[in-house]
Structure formats: structure tokens, C-alpha cells
């Protein structure tokens, strides 16, 4: 028997006949709650229930924050309104973010501050990479030497002696750029440099001397004779040179030169070369007798 249809919690229920009721509780966004009590002649039973609301999942997505450079402090709008700004910065993925259109803020010192919507589907990850902009738009490099005194040129422009280490080179386009250091007596010095907005970057050369060297001149009569030179350094240089040839860059110092030329006995001679200047060795080969 069905009894009080219309009635709303809480509600009490009179002139009952003793024996068994059940009762059922019905309300929008919960389960029905459903219960057997007993009634008993001249006393009041007393029901409570707790009833358990529908529970559905609210759809959630990723947001995936990145920036060039890295390090900016990231705030975040979601859906909802809620504004969420945990000290978290780039790169970092907000996760259980509400489906929908989000708003990302980014900030670092030095550059402008950059934001954008990003839109959130059930299950994805967002991917926002930001190129922030520089407030100051060139750096500058500072240049120094050991020997000081070098010759600077950037990106092959130079300043003759106007511009000689230590250094400093301004308003300087942001990027990648060529380093480059002359001076007599050593070998030129190469460098590339990264050029970021607003900062000096400090770039410090240690320059390596040249030794001056000399040069041997080999000739022989025959020609065609293999050349096998030893340097003071007991490097070894041959046997595809012949002759006639020049080696050049000959460190100072005694030198031994040896040719060998098929049908004649082998040859070798000692030569003394001298920074700066040219030994000249010459070799006729006698005939051999025949056997």
C-alpha cells in the first residue's frame, strides 16, 4: 500500500496499524533510499535517512606550459574563474584542469609580460610554448686577452686599432655571433658568441704564439726520388713525397732528409733549418755498376 505520495521529508506518518512498512525516499541528483521498519501499537518509530547524491566525474584535461627562455612565473585562469597562482614556473603541466578555454599569463624580469587562451579537451594535454619578448632588445660583449692588445673583429667588420683588447663591444644584435682576435706573433683566435637581450656576455681569449719556421728545398738528379723527412720532433714525413719538392713550417732545428730512388743505393743527409729561410738540398745519384 502506497501512503502519502506527496509528502516531503521530514514528515510523520499517523494512526498506523501495527506490522511492517517500507519506506522510500525520492529526490532529484540522489539514489532512492529505501527501508522495512516495524510500528508497534502506541509508540512512535523514528527514521532517518542519509541519502547519497548522483556523483559524475567532471571531465578534466592537462595543460602543458613551456617558454623560451625558461624560468617564467606562470598564472593560470581556468574555466570556472578560479584563479591559480602557485609560485610554479616554466616548464610545468597543470593537471585535472576543467574542459574549456583556460588563460595562461606568463612573466619574467627583462621581458614582457605574454598570455593567450588555450582550450582544454576531455582526456588531452594542452600544449602552450611561449617566445617571450626582450625589453631590451641588444646585449654586449666584453673582450679580453692574455697577451692584451689583440685586434678585434665581430662578424668580419673590424675597427682597425681603434678597437684592441680588453674591450667593450655594445649594442649588439641578439643571436649568434663570430669572435674573431688578431695579433703579431700569434695564431688568429676564433670564437662564437651568443648574444642574449640586455646582458653582457664576458668572453676572455688566451692567444697561442707562433714560432717561426722554416723551409727545405729538395731536389734531386734523377728526379722522382722518395723523400722521407725526420723533424727535430722525430716526426716522420713521407714516403709518397718526391722529388722535387718544398716542405714549409719546418720547425727550427737539425733536420734529417732521406732519398730513395730504385736502382740506387739510398741517401741521407743532415740539414740545419733556420727560422724564416730556406735549406736547399741536392742529391746526384751515381750509377750503380752492373752486376
Known amino acids: 500500500m502506497l501512503v502519502g505520495t506527496t509528502e516531503t521529508t521530514p514528515h510523520t506518518f499517523t494512526d498506523l496499524e501495527p506490522g511492517r512498512y517500507t519506506i522510500t525516499l525520492s529526490l532529484d541528483?540522489?539514489?532512492?533510499?529505501?527501508?522495512?521498519?516495524?510500528?508497534?501499537?502506541?509508540?512512535?518509530?523514528?527514521?532517518?535517512?542519509?541519502?547519497?547524491?548522483?556523483?559524475?566525474?567532471?571531465?578534466?584535461?592537462?595543460?602543458?606550459?613551456?617558454?623560451?627562455p625558461?624560468?617564467?612565473t606562470i598564472e593560470l585562469v581556468t574555466p570556472a574563474?578560479?584563479?591559480?597562482?602557485?609560485?610554479?614556473?616554466?616548464?610545468?603541466?597543470?593537471n585535472k584542469i576543467g574542459t574549456g578555454t583556460s588563460t595562461i599569463k606568463l612573466s619574467l624580469a627583462g621581458y614582457h609580460d605574454w598570455s593567450a587562451n588555450v582550450y582544454v579537451t576531455e582526456g588531452a594535454t594542452a600544449y602552450v610554448d611561449a617566445t617571450l619578448t626582450p625589453m631590451q632588445t641588444?646585449?654586449?660583449?666584453?673582450?679580453?686577452?692574455?697577451?692584451s692588445g689583440a685586434n678585434i673583429g665581430l662578424d668580419g667588420q673590424w675597427w682597425g686599432m681603434l678597437r684592441t683588447t680588453?674591450?667593450?663591444?655594445?649594442?649588439?644584435?641578439?643571436?649568434?655571433?663570430?669572435?674573431?682576435?688578431?695579433?703579431d706573433g700569434y695564431r688568429d683566435w676564433y670564437a662564437n658568441?651568443?648574444?642574449?637581450?640586455?646582458?653582457?656576455?664576458?668572453?676572455?681569449?688566451?692567444?697561442?704564439?707562433?714560432?717561426?719556421?722554416?723551409?727545405?728545398?729538395?731536389?734531386?738528379e734523377p728526379e722522382g726520388a722518395t723523400i722521407s723527412l725526420e723533424t727535430t720532433h722525430g716526426t716522420f714525413v713521407g714516403?709518397?713525397?718526391?722529388?722535387?719538392?718544398?716542405?714549409?713550417?719546418?720547425?727550427?732545428?737539425?733536420?734529417?732528409?732521406?732519398?730513395?730512388l730504385e736502382g740506387y743505393d739510398d741517401w741521407t743527409t743532415d740539414v740545419t733549418v733556420r727560422p724564416g729561410e730556406t735549406e736547399y738540398v741536392h742529391k746526384t745519384f751515381d750509377w750503380l755498376p752492373a752486376p
Open 166 to 183: 680588453p674591450d667593450m663591444i655594445t649594442n649588439v644584435p641578439p643571436g649568434h655571433h663570430t669572435l674573431e682576435l688578431t695579433l
Open 81 to 94: 574563474g578560479l584563479f591559480i597562482g602557485l609560485p610554479v614556473t616554466t616548464p610545468y603541466t597543470f
Open 138 to 147: 641588444t646585449g654586449s660583449i666584453s673582450v679580453s686577452s692574455s697577451p
Open 239 to 260: 714516403p709518397s713525397v718526391k722529388t722535387p719538392h718544398t716542405f714549409t713550417r719546418v720547425e727550427p732545428g737539425t733536420c734529417t732528409v732521406t732519398l730513395a
Open 29 to 68: 541528483g540522489f539514489y532512492d533510499w529505501s527501508k522495512t521498519v516495524r510500528v508497534n501499537g502506541g509508540r512512535t518509530t523514528q527514521v532517518h535517512a542519509t541519502l547519497t547524491p548522483h556523483y559524475t566525474p567532471k571531465a578534466t584535461g592537462s595543460i602543458s606550459v613551456s617558454s623560451e
Open 193 to 220: 658568441v651568443l648574444v642574449t637581450p640586455g646582458e653582457t656576455k664576458y668572453v676572455h681569449a688566451t692567444l697561442t704564439p707562433i714560432r717561426a719556421t722554416g723551409a727545405i728545398k729538395v731536389t734531386s
Open 70 to 72: 625558461s624560468g617564467a
